[in-house]
């Protein structure tokens, strides 16, 4: 479980990121982060792994208290974080399999990782990891030789390769075309569910959010306005949280054609119900 408590962020230029936001998300639950360009999407979850230093308020995981770590203990908790950016952030001149291995470079040390000496059981991990999020066949591709859609499965994959606890996922779709970011999100959602991630999305997509989250919250400004189930964000909601705009599209539930739908075997394993 994730509670974050009344936390703010105001940065050094004086800009109030964050005001007084707090919420619990229990164990296994995945949630969608919504809200326009500065509402503190971003901001909230690089708090909650101290990538910023939060100005005041608290966040704990699992009874832990994040906020009050440094040194070797902070490294140690954000072991049980799993992060996938927008960016990939991947290494561009390492192998697919290589930026999957980086995913256990808190747990093997450095000098193994230097010299690529990882566990056996990591390795048959990683291969089972690439064959779910249907990468098998680009096991040794150079990670620049990737389409994006490809760079962000990897980066999925890597995320989950340190058994975290607790999966932050920050603008996954935002380079992606349609079709695409269906995919991921689909998949993202489906693999936290699997491994019983409780899960934070930040996604600028609504009609996604609606059709793959448990939960969404929505930010306005550094503060939550909006807090329930994907069925219960309204056009009165989004108003609250985006200002004035004709929502019927947004409101209208999504169905994708059949050249959309993942390909059968892909979606058995996964265990999707389409």
């Known amino acids: 479980m994730l509670t974050i408590t009344t936390l703010s962020k ?6 109030q990121a964050l005001t007084e936001v707090s919420m619990t998300i229990p164990k296994g639950q995945v949630m969608c982060l919504i809200g326009p360009s500065g509402a503190g999407k ?13 100005t005041s308020g608290s ?3 699992d009874g832990v208290e994040l906020t009050s770590m440094g040194g070797s203990e902070l490294r140690r908790t ?4 799993g992060m996938i950016f927008q960016e990939h952030a991947l290494v561009e001149r390492l192998s697919v399999m290589e930026n999957l291995l980086s995913g256990r470079l808190g747990y093997v ?3 193994k990782s230097y010299f690529r000496r990882f566990p056996s059981d990591d390795i048959r991990n990683a291969i089972q990891l690439l064959d779910k999020v249907g990468l098998s066949a680009h096991i040794d591709k150079r990670a620049d030789a990737l389409s994006g859609g490809q760079r962000q499965r990897v980066g999925i994959a890597r995320a989950l390769m340190q058994n975290p606890a607790l999966l932050l996922v920050d603008e996954p779709t935002a380079s992606l075309d349609p079709k695409t970011s269906r995919d991921i999100l689909r998949l993202i959602t489906t693999l936290a569910r699997e491994h019983g991630l409780t899960t934070i999305i930040n996604i600028h997509d609504v009609p996604l959010a609606k059709r793959f989250a448990d939960r969404i919250i929505g930010l306005q400004a550094g503060r939550v306005v909006f807090d329930g189930e994907p069925g219960q964000l309204d056009d009165d909601q989004l108003t609250t949280i985006y200002g004035a705009e004709d929502w019927s599209e947004s409101s209208r ?7 959309e739908r ?3 075997k892909v979606s058995d394993r996964l265990g999707i119900a389409l």
């Open 59 to 61: 966040i704990t995981l």
């Open 262 to 264: 993942l390909p059968a």
């Open 78 to 81: 954000r072991r049980r974080i």
């Open 10 to 15: 105001r940065y050094k230029t004086g800009d």
């Open 253 to 259: 539930p999504e169905e994708l054609s059949q050249h």
């Open 109 to 111: 040390g450095f000098w």
């Open 42 to 54: 971003s901001t909230l979850i690089r708090c909650i792994n101290r990538l910023v230093e939060p």
